[in-house]
C-alpha cells in the first residue's frame, strides 16, 4: 500500500479509518487496495499526438470491480498540476466525494489518497472535477459488477465517449465565450407554437412556463425561439480513445451476447447511439435497471450512461456501433466483428444530420424503473430554475451563478422533490451528488421513470425528481456541461441533520 500523507488520511471515511484500526490478522484478511493514478498519456487522434490526462488502474484507463468487491483505492497525482477526482454516480461519504475544498483540498502533485466506501452496482466513471481537467480527458470508466452481470454470461463492452480539442482547454472556453465555437443552432427554431404544442406541456397555473420568460433563450427574428446546440466545433469525437479514422475493433462470436456499457464522458456533446443491423434492448440508465426497451437508436447527454443488450445473429460478420454528433453529421463508434471478417471504413461524417435530442422527452418518457422508491409523503419540494444565453455567454442556476449562488435546502431523511425548470434555450445535464433520484414528472405529467445521477433537461422544459437526502453536508448540484459549469452553472444541495 502507498504510504499515507496527512490529507490523504484526513480523506479517509469513519469506516476507512476503523479498517486502519482493525487488528493484524484481519486486516492480513483484507485485499490491498487497488492502484489509480492520474497521469499523463499520449494519443494518436487522426494521425496526429496528443498528450492528455487520464486515470490508469491495474488492467488499463480505469477500474473494473468484482461483484460484492468494496471500493479500497489508493490514488495517486502523477501530474504536475493539482487534482481530485469524483467517482460520478457512486454514493461515498461526503468527505470522499471529490469535490476542490468541500471538504477536502486538491490531492497535491506525488500525494496519494485512500478512499474506501460500498459501491454501487452498475456502469459508472469517475473524472476531475476541474472543468478544464475533465476536458484534457481526466476521466475513466468506472464499472461494479452484479451478480446479475456473472450469471448473465454477455460479453461486456465499454463504449466511452469523448470531445476533443488540440487546443488547451482555457482557449477553448475564451473561444465559446466570446461566441467563436463554431456551433449552431438546430435550425428553424422552435415556434411558440411548438413549444405549446410539446406533449404534456401546461401552462396554466400548475407550474407551466411563463411565456413572459421564454426571452432567456433569445428570439429569432421570425418570432420563433432558435435551441442552441453544439456551442463548439471539436476536432474529434472519440470512442475509447480513437476515432472512426481508426476505430476499436472488438471480436465476438458467431450468435455472441453482447452487455454494451455506453458512457458519455464529453465535455459539451450529446451523442445518439446507434446499433444498426444489431438490435438492442435499453436495460439500464446511469447504473439503475429499467423495463427493457427495444430499438437501434438511443441518446445521451454529457454525464448520462446506457446499458444495452445485444444479441448478434449465428452468422460472420460486422457490425459497427455509431455515436452520432446530435443536430450535426459527425459521428464516431467502434466495431464488432466475428474472426476473420472483413473490417470496412467508415466515414466520420454521416450523410444527414442527426437531430436534436430528446426535446420532447419521447425517450424519457418511454422509461420505467425497475428499482423504484419506496412510495412516502413529500415533506419538501423546490423550483429548481436553470436559466442563461449564448450571449452573454452566462448560466445560472435560479439566476445566480457559483458564489452568489442560494443553496438548495434539505433535511437528512426528507423526501424531496425538485422541480429543474429550463427557462434556457439549452438543454442541461443536472448532476446531482451524493444521491440518486428518480424521474416522477415530465412537463407536469406524473410518471414512475427511472433512478438516475444525472438528468437532461431540454429547452423550457420542467421535470421532477424524488429523492430521500442523504448524509448532512454539502452536496454539488450542477450542469454537467462543462463550458455551463466554467461560467457559474453550479449550487450546493444543502443538507443538514
Same mark, same amino acid.
Given at each position: ?10 480523506a479517509?471515511?469513519?469506516? /476507512?479509518?476503523?479498517?486502519?484500526h482493525?487488528p ?14 492520474? /497521469?499523463t ?55 470522499q ?10 490531492l497535491?502533485p ?20 476541474a472543468?478544464? @481537467? ?25 463504449l ?8 488547451h ?21 422552435l ?80 451523442f ?6 444489431? #438490435? ?10 429499467? #423495463?427493457?426497451?427495444?430499438g437501434s437508436r ?6 448520462q ?26 459521428r ?8 476473420g471478417a ?48 449564448? @450571449? ?25 422533490v ?12 443536472m ?7 428518480q ?11 427511472p ?26 448540484l ?20
Open positions: 500500500m502507498n504510504p499515507l500523507s496527512r490529507r490523504g488520511f484526513l479517509a471515511s469513519a469506516a /476507512a479509518f476503523a479498517t486502519a482493525l493484524r490478522a484481519v486486516m492480513a484478511q483484507a485485499p490491498a487496495p487497488l492502484a489509480l493514478s492520474a /497521469a498519456r499520449t494519443l494518436d487522434i487522426n494521425g496526429r499526438a496528443a498528450t492528455v490526462f487520464g486515470l490508469a488502474g491495474p488492467a488499463g484507463q480505469g477500474l473494473v470491480l468484482d461483484p460484492g468487491q468494496r471500493f479500497r483505492v489508493d490514488l495517486t497525482n502523477d501530474l504536475d498540476v493539482g487534482t481530485i477526482i469524483h467517482w460520478h454516480g457512486q454514493l461515498p461519504p461526503n468527505a466525494d471529490g469535490v476542490p475544498d468541500m471538504p477536502l483540498p486538491l497535491a506525488g500525494e496519494t489518497r485512500y478512499y474506501d466506501f460500498e459501491a454501487l452496482p452498475g456502469t459508472f466513471w469517475m473524472h476531475s472535477h472543468p478544464i @481537467q475533465e476536458m484534457q480527458l481526466l476521466a475513466a470508466p468506472l464499472i461494479v459488477r452484479s451478480p446479475d452481470d456473472l450469471t448473465g454470461d454477455r460479453q461486456e463492452v465499454v466511452f465517449l469523448h470531445d476533443f480539442s488540440f487546443k482547454p482555457e482557449e477553448v472556453l475564451a473561444e465559446i465565450s466570446e461566441g467563436h465555437g463554431g456551433g449552431h443552432g438546430a435550425g428553424p427554431g415556434s411558440m407554437g411548438d413549444m405549446s404544442a410539446m406533449p404534456g406541456m401546461d401552462h396554466g397555473a400548475s407550474g407551466g412556463v411563463p411565456m413572459g420568460n421564454m426571452a432567456m433563450g433569445g428570439m429569432t427574428a421570425g418570432g420563433g425561439m432558435a435551441m442552441d446546440l453544439n456551442d463548439y466545433d471539436w476536432d474529434a469525437y472519440l470512442v475509447n480513445d480513437r476515432t472512426l479514422s481508426d476505430p476499436e475493433v472488438v471480436q465476438v462470436e458467431r450468435g455472441g451476447r453482447i452487455r454494451l456499457r455506453v458512457i458519455n464522458a464529453a465535455a459539451a456533446t450529446v445518439w447511439i446507434e446499433t444498426g443491423t444489431a #438490435q438492442s434492448r435499453l436495460v439500464a440508465v446511469d447504473g439503475h435497471a429499467v #423495463q427493457p426497451i427495444s438511443f441518446g445521451l447527454a454529457m454525464g450512461r446506457l446499458d444495452l443488450e445485444i444479441d448478434l445473429p449465428n452468422e460472420g460478420g460486422t457490425w459497427p456501433i455509431l455515436a452520432l454528433r446530435e443536430g450535426a453529421r459527425e464516431t463508434g467502434l466495431v464488432l466483428a466475428t474472426q472483413e473490417v470496412r471504413r467508415i466515414s466520420a461524417l454521416a450523410d444527414t444530420e442527426a437531430p436534436a435530442f430528446d426535446t420532447d422527452l419521447a425517450q424519457e418518457s418511454r422509461l420505467v424503473a425497475l428499482d423504484a422508491l419506496p412510495e412516502r409523503a413529500v415533506e419538501r419540494s423546490q423550483v429548481v430554475v436553470l436559466g442563461g444565453s449564448m @450571449q452573454p455567454y452566462v448560466w445560472t442556476i435560479d439566476g445566480a451563478v457559483w458564489g452568489q449562488h442560494r443553496p438548495v435546502a434539505a433535511r437528512s431523511g426528507e423526501r424531496v425538485l422541480s429543474f425548470h429550463n427557462m434556457s434555450m439549452m438543454g442541461h445535464p448532476h446531482l451528488h451524493g444521491h440518486v433520484f424521474i416522477v414528472g415530465l412537463n407536469g405529467r406524473a410518471v414512475s421513470g433512478r438516475r445521477d444525472t438528468v437532461y433537461v431540454p429547452p423550457m422544459s420542467v421535470i421532477d425528481v424524488a429523492l430521500d437526502a442523504g448524509e448532512a453536508a454539502r452536496w454539488m450542477h450542469c454537467h456541461h462543462m463550458p455551463h459549469l466554467a461560467t457559474g452553472m453550479m449550487t450546493e444541495f444543502a443538507v443538514s441533520a
